[in-house]
């Protein structure tokens, strides 16, 4: 039985066959952008937010939620009517979010009294940017030692007890209040929106965040967990003052546009109100491996990489008590520090420091060439799945995708993996093919491997061998 591999797939297929449904919205940004080997078809479960027509008053609803937040800050002018309403943030700025009970009369009366647990998220909104958001979450932390994505101001919040940040999630924070009492916490963003761009030539445009919000309840076992409520929106997050000019040449456009033409968009609210999403998962959308590239010890700091810089070794050093040395090894760069024999370290600083040193350095998970992602459509989802006008399938296919990291760059090691993630002998791959143009299929050489984009997606197909 042969093997074909699909030519990668469009941007749009990414976009729509990576998740099932987008009704509901990591990595965030989240449970977190966030990159070890990990599950795929965990990744494809990231909940997508549901879009809502616009951030109307809530008196438009019919549905009367339990909650309402209300994030102080004032949407944009630019933003067609029907789509969802953007916000834009300064980056490091207090933002009050107003925590509001808008219960009924007798809804809910298990919680009158008592506490809420409320966790807030900051998260990707570009589903490309899920689709990976554990590696890019690592990667920022890799360029942003010791800073945190998301940071709640305490002293200017008001009504919540027990605020916590969980140093490993970068993104998270959470707190308790009380639905009967004035509750409001201020929250600031760190990261901005062109971090995460693509390319970065200069110009490129910033990408969305989303701020997400879930409350819950205690259960019998006096652990927070049953879900009550939940609600987002959408932001992009400037340097200092950069959303204030922003917010400036989005108005400054719309008045110069024709009276037909405004009202084609929505005005500008002084406020944003999120609107009711799905619950973020419970349970963590990756394993607990390190991502490859950014290996984390045991007090949450990537261990160092080759590629770093004398400046990047030198920060690496400080976090991982290495103060004393820095000095010795100021113009070294991560391959350098990697290069050195146990000898030598133990000469340089000593037998106790040069062991540890030695071992924090051998400690790294060094990232692979080559990581692709594919997955196998089954024949009965293929049968299940409707056709397009052209004959392909529809583009919500569900699709589960594995990563495959690879050193060698060989058809030979491509074959091996292939054949270990599908629990075969590889002896049951006689080739492998990769659908060209009309359709040919061209034998996958140890050249084409080489070429191959990283990060790139495929869909592995059988037929039998002749």
């Known amino acids: 039985m042969a093997w074909a591999l699909k030519l990668p797939l469009t941007d749009e297929v990414i976009e729509s066959g990576l998740v099932q449904d987008f009704d509901a919205s990591l990595s965030g940004i989240g449970q977190e952008l966030g990159a070890g080997a990990y599950s795929m078809s965990d990744v ?66 298990e919680i009158t009294g008592k506490m809420v647990k409320s966790i807030i998220r900051v998260v990707f909104h570009d589903r490309r ?30 009504g919540i007890i027990d605020p916590r940040a969980n140093p490993t999630q970068l993104n998270t924070v959470e707190f308790l209040w009380d639905p009967s009492k004035r509750t409001s916490v201020f929250i600031q963003v760190h990261c901005i929106s062109t971090e995460f761009t693509m390319r970065k030539h200069g110009g490129e445009k910033g990408v969305p965040f989303r701020i997400q919000i879930d409350t819950f309840k205690e259960n019998e076992s006096e652990e927070y967990t049953e879900h009550l409520h939940s609600a987002s929106c959408q932001v992009k997050v400037f340097k200092p003052k950069g959303a204030d000019r922003k917010q400036k040449t989005d108005r400054e456009k719309m008045e110069k546009r024709a009276p037909q033409e405004k009202e084609k968009y929505q005005p500008s609210y002084e406020t944003t109100i999120l609107t009711e999403c799905s619950p973020w998962p419970e349970v963590t959308y990756v394993n607990n491996s390190p991502s490859p590239g950014f290996n984390s010890t045991h007090n949450s700091f990537p261990n160092l990489l080759p590629t770093a810089t004398p400046q990047d070794a030198q920060q690496w050093l400080h976090r991982n008590r290495f103060s ?4 010795l090894f100021t113009n070294f760069s991560g391959a350098d520090l990697l290069k050195l024999t146990r000898e ?39 049968e299940q799945q409707p056709k397009h006008e052209n004959g392909d399938a529809a583009a919500n296919t569900f699709f589960v995708y594995h990563a495959i990291y690879l050193e060698e760059l060989t058809a030979s090691e491509l074959t091996e993996k292939i054949a270990q993630l599908f629990n075969i002998s590889p002896r049951q791959i006689n080739q492998i093919f990769k659908q060209g143009p009309t359709g040919i299929h061209v034998l996958v050489s140890d050249e084409m491997i080489q070429n191959f984009q990283d990060e790139v997606c495929f869909v592995l197909d059988t037929m039998k061998g002749i």
């Open 44 to 109: 494809l479960a990231l909940p997508i937010f549901k879009q809502e027509e616009s951030n109307l008053p809530p008196d438009s609803d019919n549905k009367i939620l339990p909650f309402q937040y209300v994030l102080c800050a004032a949407t944009s002018p630019a933003v067609k009517l029907h789509d969802e309403t953007l916000t834009y943030l300064n980056q490091g700025q207090s933002y009050e979010i107003r925590m509001l009970d808008n219960r009924k009369i007798g809804e809910l009366p």
């Open 129 to 158: 940017l899920q689709y990976t958001e554990h590696q890019q979450l690592e990667g920022w932390r890799w360029n942003r030692p010791g800073d945190r994505i998301l940071d709640l101001d305490i002293p200017m919040s008001v």
């Open 324 to 327: 004393p040395f820095c000095r």
């Open 344 to 382: 030598d370290v133990i000469q340089i600083c000593g037998p106790a420091d040069g062991i540890r040193l030695f071992n924090a350095l051998k400690g790294r998970v060094v990232r692979p060439r080559l990581t692709i992602y594919v997955c196998q459509e089954s024949q009965q989802a293929r």
